[in-house]
């Protein structure tokens, strides 16, 4: 096996490079570079959506009729890679990579028309409401219910850790329609406006300082009926197609590249007893496995991509890859926090921006806290590690 990029990949990402130089303002790239929260703000993200829109790149992993742009696998990771290497906002990952292939491939005409050109224009910010409180990794026990009487679901129930609800004028619900059948099979794919009589939002204080999750409850919500997608009672297959989507993305190589990049600007910018971090040996060999963990999961991700032949059915590997790409982020952002030290406190508060950047508090001090203790999260949001073990023993081993 050759652990090189084809020089077309090569070329594609000179391009890719090029094209973020022209088309990301100065201004959003510095903000997002220094932010102390772990999100880019809404007004960022939707738009940088518009302006990736103007370009007809803001869903390109989407099938070129729904607005793709027709790249290879490999092409779509080298785009993410460099948009999070340039300091770019995010995707508003609800809309894009959640929501839009489901609508797509199960979704109505009606709710095409209505939906995905909004999601590629970045109007809308989405939250995905599957959890509830006792039904997390049992997500079939869920309970929130949609009675249809007429042409209208009345929704009754509560959602928790549903990230963003607070500012999202849209979500996607996993909801109860039929409680005659075995759990699978009553649950259905909603879409909810947010602003509708009868949702209340709650924000969850978190432990590194934001509130962007949420519970939501669901009081006498009366949704249209062709609101719902697919088939009443077809929810668990569409859900099950959105999370196993979700992980093969969620190795977050791209996001894990750029923070292990953040964690070497602070081992050479940060010294103790006068030494540079960079040059503590116990530091360097931290640096060294991580690093070459991180190429390993890389070319792994780049194997899956190129559908090398393996033993193993695709979802195996969306779940080692899930798997690792989960821990690796934690590895890295506590190597951040080592190396910083108490230093890593300061911007420990709920402002959206870090001050400017001085001698001693360097630009990349900025918001480190918050983002390791919120990557701790990474093992659970998407399916929690031990989950991803019990399916890996499933289809790996038959068991
Ligand atoms: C930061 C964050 C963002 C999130 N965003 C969203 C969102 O936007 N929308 C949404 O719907 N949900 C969201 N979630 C919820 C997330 O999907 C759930 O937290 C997750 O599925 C786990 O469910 P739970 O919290 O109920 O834990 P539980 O399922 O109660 O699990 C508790 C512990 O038991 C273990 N466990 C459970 N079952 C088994 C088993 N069969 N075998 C072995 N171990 C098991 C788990 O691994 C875990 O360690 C988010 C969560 C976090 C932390």
């Not at 259905?188 to 949420?214: W, Y």
């Not at 790409?325 to 709920?350: C, H, M, N, W």
């Not at 983002?371 to 068991?399: C, D, E, M, P, S």
Request: with cysteine; hydrophobic share 40%.
């Amino acid at each position: 096996m050759r652990l090189q990029y084809d020089p077309e990949l090569k070329q594609f990402r000179e391009e890719i490079r090029a094209f973020i130089t022209d088309v990301l303002p100065p201004e959003m790239q510095e903000r997002q570079r220094t932010k102390v929260l772990n999100n880019a703000t809404v007004e960022d993200q939707q738009e940088w959506m518009r302006i990736l829109h103007a370009h007809g790149r803001s869903v390109p992993h989407w099938p070129v009729e729904y607005g793709g742009c027709g790249w290879t696998p490999q092409q779509l990771f080298v785009f993410n890679e460099e948009l999070y290497a340039a300091d770019a906002p995010e995707f508003d990952w609800g809309g894009t990579h959640m929501l839009g292939p489901v609508l797509y491939t199960f979704g109505s005409q009606y709710l095409q028309d209505k939906f995905l050109p909004a999601i590629r224009e970045g109007h809308y910010n989405w939250a995905q409401g599957f959890s509830e409180p006792g039904s997390g990794s049992d997500l079939a026990s869920l309970r929130t219910s949609a009675e249809l009487q007429g042409d209208t679901y009345i929704v009754n129930g509560q959602k928790i850790w549903t990230s963003g609800a607070a500012h999202a004028e849209w979500a996607f619900f996993l909801v109860r329609t039929d409680k005659t059948v075995k759990p699978q099979r009553g649950i259905s794919f909603l879409i909810v406006k947010m602003d509708t009589p009868g949702i209340t939002v709650r924000q969850i204080p978190q432990i590194n300082g934001e509130a962007h999750l949420c519970e939501v409850f669901l009081e006498n919500v009366e949704v249209p009926a062709d609101q719902l997608i697919g088939e009443p009672g077809m929810g668990w297959t569409y859900a099950k197609f959105l999370l196993e989507h979700e992980r093969t993305t969620s190795s977050f190589i791209y996001w894990s590249k750029r923070e292990l990049a953040r964690a070497k600007d602070i081992a050479r910018g940060e010294n103790i007893d006068g030494v540079r971090i960079a040059d503590l040996p116990a530091f360097r060999a931290r640096f060294a496995k991580v690093e070459a963990d991180l190429l390993a999961l890389e070319w792994s991700v780049l194997r899956v991509l190129a559908h090398e032949e393996t033993p193993f059915p695709e979802a195996a590997a969306a779940s080692v890859l899930k798997i690792r790409g989960s821990e690796l982020q934690q590895e890295i952002t506590l190597l951040q926090v080592d190396a910083l030290g108490a230093k890593s406190l300061r911007y420990f508060e709920p402002s959206p921006v870090a001050p400017p950047a001085s001698e001693i508090w360097p630009d990349y001090v900025a918001g480190r806290t918050t983002v390791a203790l919120i990557t701790r999260a990474a093992t659970i949001y998407g399916g929690t590690k031990q989950v991803q073990k019990n399916i890996l023993a499933k289809l790996a081993f038959g068991r």
